[in-house]
């Protein structure tokens, strides 16, 4: 066995503060997308020096975005049978996925709510605290189905179609937003409109496969009543306190249902469901407040590309992922707001949160955040989490939780699961570099980390090497626990120990652990390889195929290890490489970190390669209809990351450099980005055609340094918003450091000076509409 330590490149300290890796940029790959030579500089020359200039954005007005969002919608010609077939709608708390009531001539409106579970924590997450189910809908129509016509409109939010049977046609809609699900159905020809609300049993969704724990009493019964103004409502309590309460009235055409959910009180959630319902009014106003919020958030970001199927798909995860969360708002269990029958009725710390948030910074979205709120609303629970003789002064999470990060962690030594709640951190590190917002840092990040890292710190302990190493920990799901030395804790400990002394530098805090941090970042053992690349751990090969990339965390998404440094990016071929050879266990997410990694190197047409192995379904886990994906249940997080992996083709930031188009596929001659964020609170727009990125324009919301691996061969012209040029130095390889004041924005390009348009690109790979078209 030998080892490796990474190396950092010889960036300026002042580009890469904050980001906790190295990275100017090495050179482009032969054969990829930015493998054009590095230009010349010119601030007071070239074409078009001296006059301001603007961006002609065509996606300013509603036609314009109907028109293109259309094109992404899903469609249904038959009707769904599953779950991962049909129609999914909701508000980032109420959920309902729209399929065929089993074996009935009905159709299901599932009602689930991301806030319903249950309270106690006895019996795990499994269990204990997990997602309780609601219920569930049927429309039912007099006659047969015959036929749907259903469209999911992604610019609306909605649902719209018909159901025609053998006794006429019903016309429907249906959304939800404000925790109220709206729907409006009219019937023609012998044709009637016909509800029932069905209460589901509120336990465990894993009961179908196994037994409740010893002692597991079960929730009481649901019971009824009916308001003054005949508003139905289902009660339910909850034997470890807490309510559950559906409320729902149909008036003509229309039938309004609202979910409350209180605890401790076992009453509150009754007054909450009446209290929604009363707010919604009825369908029209309800929409209208419900457009007016989807057709603002949409503008905040535009991305466009070739291939039809894979442009729908990206933009159908923008609505899934703002349909599943928002700020301050429960972070996203397995399933997102929908539940189904899953062992996974929780949230899941080693991958599934992590992947579920990463497409929110590229698309501008950082108010889809619940992560973040999440962890800094439960401070005191992550500190409950560790045993008892650690909590002076360390936190951290066990492998699933609730909503609440209700869950203890193993001690390193036993084998345990333990850097998870750090992994976590770093997507809150994500989100603070994106936006800047010292809050995140100060109240977050540093607190919680430095918490989470202290844990490890108790359990490091000098070898005869000299080294620091850490006992045995798991690396998560792998089947062999190293005896020590994890690769995916010292990856975790390396990055938790450089965040906390940039972030402290950052807050002007003189912290007392300062010389500990670097010690150990001296000290801490190099990362366990052998002649295949990464090991799982000291002594322990991976050799067997598994489906996460743990054992690869230094590479991505962390980038400690990465493409920049010349040095390392043998060992990252070989061990990503080796990590897909084994076969047999590979996951949905499989496919997408590697499409990711491969995007780092600059290889587009490889990351698109594997990315396009979770769209095949002769793969035993691709993915659905719907794009929603399942495996032993549903599991909401690699779709997500897919629409990563399109992000990582389009732009990166990690590094302290903004890669324009650094791993582009050799088949998408065009490309749009318009305000695509970026670390450093950068909103980036830039156009690429005929295989060649013809401007970048680049807005800085917050100051900070700015450097820029534009890909643009020739001279350069680079000016700010005035027309003046650029203060700017060419730090080589391509890569360009601009001064750009906040917010002030500046264009890059070469040659004469391009048309400035935003516009959708025309499609060269068409394919089918999602759904059952």
């Not at 751990?537 to 195929?545: I, L, M, N, V």
Request: charged share 20%.
């Amino acid at each position: 066995m030998t080892s490796q330590q990474e190396s950092r490149s010889p960036v300026p300290r002042r580009a890469v503060l904050g980001t906790a890796l190295g990275g100017a940029a090495a050179a482009a790959l032969p054969g990829t997308a930015h493998a054009e030579q590095p230009s010349a500089v010119v601030r007071s020359a070239g074409a078009g020096a001296g006059r301001a200039w603007k961006l002609r954005d065509t996606m300013t007005t509603d036609g314009a975005w109907d028109r293109f969002l259309r094109g992404q919608d899903l469609l249904w010609t038959r009707l769904p049978t599953l779950w991962h077939e049909g129609p999914f709608l909701g508000d980032g708390l109420l959920g309902s996925m729209v399929y065929q009531e089993p074996g009935a001539n009905q159709i299901r409106f599932t009602v689930q709510h991301g806030r319903v579970q249950d309270h106690r924590p006895e019996f795990g997450s499994g269990w204990g605290t997990c997602r309780l189910p609601v219920g569930h809908l049927t429309l039912e129509p007099a006659g047969t189905i015959t036929a749907v016509d259903w469209r999911l409109s992604l610019w609306n939010a909605e649902l719209t179609g018909t159901v025609t049977t053998t006794a006429g046609t019903l016309t429907l809609s249906a959304l939800i937003h404000d925790e109220v699900f709206a729907a409006r159905v009219r019937a023609d020809g012998g044709e009637r409109v016909t509800w029932t609300f069905h209460p589901e049993e509120a336990v465990s969704p894993r009961h179908i496969s196994e037994a409740p724990p010893a002692g597991y009493t079960a929730n009481p019964p649901w019971t009824t009543r009916t308001a003054d103004d005949g508003t139905e409502q289902v009660l339910q309590s909850l034997t470890g306190g807490g309510q559950t309460a559906t409320a729902y009235r149909r008036t003509g055409h229309e039938l309004l249902l609202g979910v409350g959910h209180s605890s401790p009180s076992g009453t509150a959630a009754e007054a909450d469901s009446l209290r929604n319902l009363r707010r919604a009014a009825s369908y029209g106003a309800l929409r209208r407040r419900h457009t007016r919020w989807w057709h603002e958030f949409y503008r905040k970001s535009f991305v466009s590309f070739p291939d039809q199927r894979l442009q729908s798909f990206h933009w159908i995860q923008l609505y899934k992922v703002a349909s599943a969360s928002r700020a301050g708002g429960p972070v996203m269990a397995t399933s997102g707001p929908w539940l189904e029958p899953t062992p996974w009725p929780a949230v899941w710390w080693n991958l599934n949160v992590q992947l579920e948030y990463w497409l929110i910074h590229g698309f501008n979205h950082p108010e889809l955040d619940s992560l973040a709120t999440t962890l800094r609303q439960n401070q005191e629970q992550l500190i409950a989490n560790v045993p008892a003789a650690y909590r002076a002064d360390s936190a951290g999470i066990g492998r699933s939780s609730d909503m609440f990060t209700d869950r203890g962690v193993g001690r390193p030594g036993t084998g345990a699961e333990t850097g998870d709640l750090t992994w976590a951190l770093h997507n809150v590190w994500l989100s603070y570099r994106h936006s800047m917002d010292k809050s995140l840092l100060r109240d977050t990040i540093y607190p919680v980390l430095r918490r989470a890292i202290n844990y490890y710190l108790h359990f490091l302990t000098p070898g005869s090497d000299g080294r620091l190493h850490l006992p045995s920990t798991l690396s998560p799901e792998y089947p062999v626990v190293p005896p020590q030395d994890t690769n995916y804790d010292l990856a975790l400990i390396r990055w938790g120990c450089r965040t906390l002394l940039e972030s402290a530098e950052l807050l002007g805090i003189d912290d007392e652990l300062r010389p500990r941090w670097q010690e150990v970042l001296a000290r801490l053992t190099p990362y366990p390889v052998d002649d295949n690349g990464f090991m799982i751990g000291a002594d322990t090969p991976y050799a067997q195929s598994h489906r996460h990339y743990s054992h690869l965390l230094m590479v991505y998404p962390l980038h400690l290890v990465n493409w920049d440094q010349p040095e390392s990016r043998d060992l990252i071929s070989k061990s990503v490489a080796h990590w897909h050879a084994l076969t047999g266990a590979h996951r949905g997410y499989s496919y997408t970190g590697a499409a990711s990694m491969y995007a780092m190197t600059g290889d587009g047409d490889t990351a698109l390669t594997y990315l396009r192995k979770f769209f095949d379904p002769t793969t035993r886990y691709p993915c659905r209809a719907n794009t929603h994906y399942t495996e032993a249940g549903p599991v909401i997080e690699t779709p997500l990351s897919a629409s990563q992996s399109l992000h990582d083709m389009f732009c990166q930031s990690w590094g302290g450099v903004i890669r324009v188009f650094p791993a582009v596929p050799s088949a998408w001659a065009d490309v749009t980005l318009h305000d695509f964020r970026t670390q450093g609170a950068f909103l980036v727009s830039a156009v690429r055609k005929a295989g060649k990125t013809r401007f970048i324009r680049i807005r800085s919301l917050a100051g900070e340094p700015l450097a820029l691996r534009h890909g643009l061969g020739g001279t350069l012209t680079v000016l700010l918003d005035d027309g003046t040029p650029a203060r700017t130095h060419d730090l080589g390889d391509g890569t360009l450091a601009i001064d750009l004041p906040k917010g002030r924005e500046v264009l890059v390009h070469s040659g004469a000076r391009p048309d400035l348009v935003v516009a959708p690109v025309s499609v060269s790979e068409p394919g089918p509409a999602w759904g059952l078209p």
